[in-house]
């Protein structure tokens, strides 16, 4: 039989903290059998605090290094790095496509008082969240427009209310 390729999938799961990306990523790796790669899990796995930027730079680059080796193999992987960036977004998408991978945009949008509610609910943030440094959070934040999403694949799973 002659070796058929697979495509990989690259899965971005994109919002803002509270929006529910480790929850969507989460039951997405079930159903798809993919690969998560999450920078918090691993500075909570190296002990270093989740404030360090320059360490989780790093690991985001880490991640993004074996996210690509995996797509080029043809297997599913999801970012649940946030992704607040248009420009970052711009690289993952065209980074996977580049590999013959396809590419979807998961943007999880909620009201910004139902985020600070569900981030205090949760009390893992040392120090908490003030309202005023999550207000400046949602100022930067680039929502994904229309154009944007249009740039990238239909989902596989597109309703997760469904069961399989
Ligand atoms: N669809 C939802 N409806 C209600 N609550 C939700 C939903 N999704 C997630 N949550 C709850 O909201 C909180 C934040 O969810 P989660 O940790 O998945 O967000 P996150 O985007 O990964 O946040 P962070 O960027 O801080 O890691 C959790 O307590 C979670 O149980
Ligand atoms: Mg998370």
Redesign the pocket.
């Known amino acids: 039989m002659p070796f058929v390729q697979r495509a990989g999938r690259l899965i971005v799961v994109c919002?803002l903290?509270?929006?529910?990306?480790?929850?969507?990523a989460r039951t997405l790796e079930g159903r798809l059998r993919a690969i998560r790669f999450s920078p918090?899990e691993w500075l909570d796995a190296l002990s270093i605090n989740r404030h360090r930027e320059d360490v989780r730079e790093k690991i985001e680059a880490l991640q993004w290094k074996f996210a690509q080796d995996l797509l080029a193999q043809g297997l599913t992987v999801i970012i649940?790095w946030?992704t607040w960036a248009r420009s970052e977004r711009d690289t993952l998408r065209l980074g996977a496509r580049a590999l013959g991978a396809a590419v979807e945009l998961h943007y999880?949008a909620e009201p910004v008082d139902v985020l600070f509610e569900?981030?205090q609910?949760?009390g893992r943030e040392n120090p908490p969240i003030e309202r005023d440094a999550f207000s400046r959070w949602v100022a930067i934040f680039q929502v994904p427009t229309l154009e944007e999403m249009a740039l990238f694949d239909e989902p596989v799973v597109a309703d997760l209310s469904h069961p399989d």
């Open positions: 919002g903290s509270g929006s529910g990306k480790t929850t969507l918090d649940e946030g999880l569900r981030l609910r949760r």
